[in-house]
């Protein structure tokens, strides 16, 4: 058994709400075996409201909470990646960075809660639905047996998850 604690990155463009869901799920659900993180291709420099009600429905904090670059990741000081998922089809489809350590990644589309146009309750609800698709696709990844599967199984492994139908 390994006491390894994977880092994973989730990129977005703008880094206000897949992506922060994406880092509150994997540092709350993978029970101490996952830090989070996330950042954007073009950071909108504030996360959404909508998405931060749903991360209080976690036990993550929210107060360091905040939309931030990509590069801030690819710098030499920056915590080493393991793995890269992008949340986005527009951030799947940049030329992202170099990361340090070659993480292996995957894409994982979700469609942008942010862009949906609706009254105040009709858009909690629109969150509430990619934040349970984010964490159903979470659960997944953090219950694989990662210390006993090879690299190039891991990675099949995190692409299908992004594959299958949310």
């Known amino acids: 058994m390994t006491d390894k604690i994977y880092n994973v990155l989730f990129l977005c ?6 992506s922060i869901m994406a880092e509150a799920l994997i540092s709350t659900m993978g029970n101490g075996r996952f830090r989070g993180f996330s950042a954007g ?3 909108g420099g504030t996360v959404n409201p909508y998405a931060i009600e749903q991360i209080k429905n976690t036990s993550y904090p929210v107060d360091h909470l905040r939309s931030k670059s990509w590069d ?6 920056a ?9 986005c089809d527009n951030a799947a489809g940049e030329p992202c960075p170099v990361w340090i350590g070659h993480p292996m990644s ?15 309750e009709e858009k909690r ?21 990662l210390a ?19």
């Open 13 to 18: 463009t703008g880094n206000s709400a897949r």
């Open 72 to 77: 801030e990741f690819a710098q030499a000081d």
């Open 41 to 43: 291709s073009q950071p």
């Open 79 to 87: 915590p080493q990646m393991d793995f890269i998922i992008t949340v």
């Open 148 to 166: 006993m599967l090879e690299r190039n199984a891991i990675q099949q492994e995190i692409k299908n998850i992004g594959d299958k139908p949310v």
């Open 106 to 120: 995957a894409h994982w589309g979700f469609e942008d809660p942010a862009a949906f146009i609706g009254t105040d």
């Open 125 to 145: 609800e629109e969150f509430h639905r990619i934040f349970r698709q984010i964490m159903g696709r979470v659960h997944t990844f953090v219950e694989l047996p």
